[in-house]
């Protein structure tokens, strides 16, 4: 596609609750990123893929976030029993790969946890 | 371990005014990025920088990157209302491809008219 694009935009889970945020990158596009961004707050990392692979998943906060990517192409990120402190926008970002490549940015899911 | 650290944090300024936006980062890295996001939105590639000495300019705004001080900075000319925004830099490992980036924490820039 001609951009990152995720999905849902919003999500409101009661605490306790499942959920699953999808990012579909760009076509093509090898690495795919997950972040994290509270309010008011930069972007920080969760997880990062090379096509199906996860190469690092040394930023997801507790064993209750979980990612996959199983082909390659679109990823899911998981969250199990929602805590209030998961309330953030959580952004997708792709790259062709190399050092001199420039990630892409989806819109980003905002998730609210009550 | 990275970090990060911008500064200012927030930055009010009139139209017309230059200013200069500062991001320090604490180890070795040989990319440095700057990342412009408005309200509600998503995050838009200003610049990629990948080398000392290196110098990128658009429009009203021109990066630069020193990696021997570990700096970079974002300067703006004769700003106008419309680059009001949150500005972030992000810096990645020394040596990685695409590998995870750091970000500072914004700036976020208000222009008044």
């Known amino acids: 596609g001609a951009g990152v694009s995720q999905s849902p935009r919003y999500k409101v889970a009661k605490r306790g609750q499942d959920v699953a945020l999808r990012c579909d990158p760009i076509?093509?596009?090898?690495?795919l990123f997950w972040y994290q961004q509270a309010l008011g707050q930069g972007p920080e990392f969760l997880t990062y893929?090379?096509?199906?692979?996860?190469?690092?998943k040394s930023g997801l906060p507790s064993d209750r976030f979980f990612a996959e990517r199983p082909e390659g192409s679109v990823s899911t990120l998981k969250i199990q029993r929602t805590q209030q402190e998961d309330s953030a926008v959580y952004l997708c970002?792709?790259?062709?790969?190399?050092?001199?490549?420039?990630?892409?940015f989806g819109s980003g899911t905002r998730l609210t946890v009550v | 371990e990275l970090k990060v650290e911008q500064n200012p944090l927030f930055l009010s300024m009139q139209e017309g005014k230059n200013y200069t936006i500062y991001c320090n980062y604490s180890?070795?890295?040989?990319?440095l990025y700057w990342y412009r996001q408005d309200p509600g939105k998503s995050l838009e590639s200003l610049f990629v920088?990948?080398?000392?000495?290196a110098v990128k300019q658009e429009g009203r705004l021109m990066a630069s990157l020193d990696t021997k001080a570990r700096l970079s900075t974002l300067h703006i000319t004769a700003a106008v209302h419309d680059l009001s925004a949150t500005y972030f830099c992000?810096?990645?490992?020394?040596?990685?491809?695409?590998?995870?980036?750091?970000f500072g924490k914004g700036t976020h820039l208000i222009i008044q008219p």
């Open positions: 893929f090379q096509n199906e692979a996860q190469l690092d």
């Open positions: 920088l990948l080398s000392n000495g």
């Open positions: 076509s093509g596009h090898v690495s």
């Open positions: 970002a792709s790259s062709s790969g190399g050092r001199g490549r420039g990630y892409t």
């Open positions: 992000a810096v990645g490992a020394s040596g990685g491809g695409a590998d995870g980036l750091t």
């Open positions: 180890t070795t890295s040989d990319r």
